[in-house]
């Protein structure tokens, strides 16, 4: 059976007695203690403005999934909006009664972890129509 | 003051083993200066399959950076709670997973809300721990 770690650690030291925080956690199909078994990683340049999606629902065969997105920017001005939510229309992410969420911005040189129910794509738009590159990894 | 995260993710996946650690420093909106403002580790159990607020969205935060990192604390692999931001399900974090991401707060129907989804009267409770680095000047007064 196959296994993947994820290790997360954070040390703050933002406040005069600092913070530390090291946890780990295997990546596990939904509510089981067996691995997941299949990865995706993708490395894409974007070229423009657009609100385009990143990762679609039809990518992954499962209703959980772990998600890896990194902006390797080294611009910190430069960023993507990361949100979550199906393109409608001729290219609008919002129908009126459940629009696409943002749920933050990725600057240059961070990251973002996270599970995701693939209920919804996660989509994506750049903040310059320059060339930017993302990176993203799925778990399922 | 700095704070730096590091994600470290391997995996025997695919034929060949792949090992991904990536490093950054928590800065503020388009800027290299550090995050300087956080809420504390905190730390809550949750019994109910309702939504409930886990980090009420600040209109000040529009346009502000902001990190989140959130954990199940549960050692139970099948016990999840749902993590929701503005109606839109994100995931299911299970026992012992954890989320690492940006939040970006843009109006006050943002905040991330949280269900035990799980929950039931004989599962006990779902612990989650949390914490926010943000840089917004007048938080707590605008909350």
């Given at each position: 059976?196959?296994?993947?770690?994820?290790?997360?650690?954070?040390?703050?030291a933002?406040?005069?007695s600092?913070?530390?925080?090291?946890?780990?956690?295997?990546?596990?199909l939904?509510?089981?203690?067996?691995?997941?078994?299949?990865?995706?990683?993708?490395?894409?340049?974007?070229?423009?403005?657009?609100?385009?999606?990143l990762?679609?629902?039809?990518?992954?065969a499962?209703?959980?999934?772990?998600?890896?997105?990194?902006?390797?920017s080294?611009?910190?001005?430069?960023?993507?909006?990361?949100?979550?939510?199906?393109v409608?229309?001729s290219?609008?992410?919002?129908?009126?009664?459940?629009?696409?969420?943002?749920?933050?911005?990725?600057y240059?040189?961070?990251?973002?972890?996270?599970?995701?129910?693939?209920?919804?794509?996660?989509n994506v738009?750049?903040?310059?129509?320059?060339?930017m590159?993302i990176?993203?990894?799925?778990f399922s | 003051?700095?704070t730096?995260?590091?994600?470290?993710?391997?995996?025997?996946?695919?034929?060949?083993?792949?090992?991904?650690?990536?490093?950054?420093?928590?800065?503020?909106?388009k800027?290299?200066?550090?995050l300087d403002?956080?809420?504390?580790?905190?730390?809550?159990?949750?019994?109910?399959?309702?939504?409930?607020?886990?980090?009420?969205?600040?209109?000040?935060?529009?346009?502000?950076?902001?990190?989140?990192?959130?954990?199940?604390?549960?050692?139970?692999?099948?016990?999840?709670?749902?993590?929701?931001?503005?109606a839109?399900?994100v995931?299911k974090?299970?026992?012992?997973d954890f989320?690492?991401?940006?939040?970006?707060?843009?109006d006050?129907?943002?905040?991330?809300?949280?269900a035990?989804?799980?929950?039931?009267?004989?599962t006990?409770d779902?612990p989650?721990?949390?914490?926010?680095?943000?840089?917004?000047?007048?938080f707590?007064?605008?909350?």
């Amino acid at each position: 059976m196959a296994t993947t770690n994820a290790t997360i650690n954070i040390d703050s030291a933002i406040t005069d007695s600092a913070l530390l925080i090291n946890n780990a956690t295997t990546l596990n199909l939904a509510g089981s203690t067996t691995g997941v078994n299949t990865m995706t990683s993708v490395t894409k340049t974007l070229s423009s403005e657009n609100h385009v999606d990143l990762i679609t629902t039809g990518s992954v065969a499962t209703t959980h999934a772990y998600v890896y997105i990194n902006n390797p920017s080294t611009d910190e001005t430069e960023f993507f909006h990361i949100g979550i939510g199906n393109v409608v229309g001729s290219g609008t992410y919002d129908d009126g009664t459940l629009p696409t969420e943002e749920i933050g911005r990725l600057y240059g040189g961070d990251f973002m972890f996270f599970p995701w129910d693939v209920d919804d794509d996660i989509n994506v738009k750049p903040s310059t129509a320059d060339d930017m590159v993302i990176e993203f990894m799925v778990f399922s | 003051m700095a704070t730096n995260a590091t994600l470290t993710l391997s995996s025997d996946v695919s034929g060949d083993p792949v090992d991904v650690t990536k490093s950054a420093v928590l800065t503020k909106d388009k800027s290299l200066n550090d995050l300087d403002q956080s809420t504390g580790l905190s730390r809550v159990h949750l019994r109910n399959a309702t939504n409930k607020t886990l980090l009420l969205a600040n209109a000040e935060g529009n346009d502000l950076a902001s990190k989140v990192y959130i954990i199940n604390k549960s050692e139970d692999a099948g016990l999840y709670v749902t993590i929701t931001i503005n109606a839109q399900t994100v995931g299911k974090l299970y026992g012992g997973d954890f989320m690492f991401f940006p939040w970006s707060q843009t109006d006050t129907a943002s905040s991330i809300e949280v269900a035990a989804t799980s929950w039931t009267s004989s599962t006990g409770d779902i612990p989650i721990e949390y914490v926010q680095f943000h840089e917004d000047t007048d938080f707590l007064t605008n909350a």
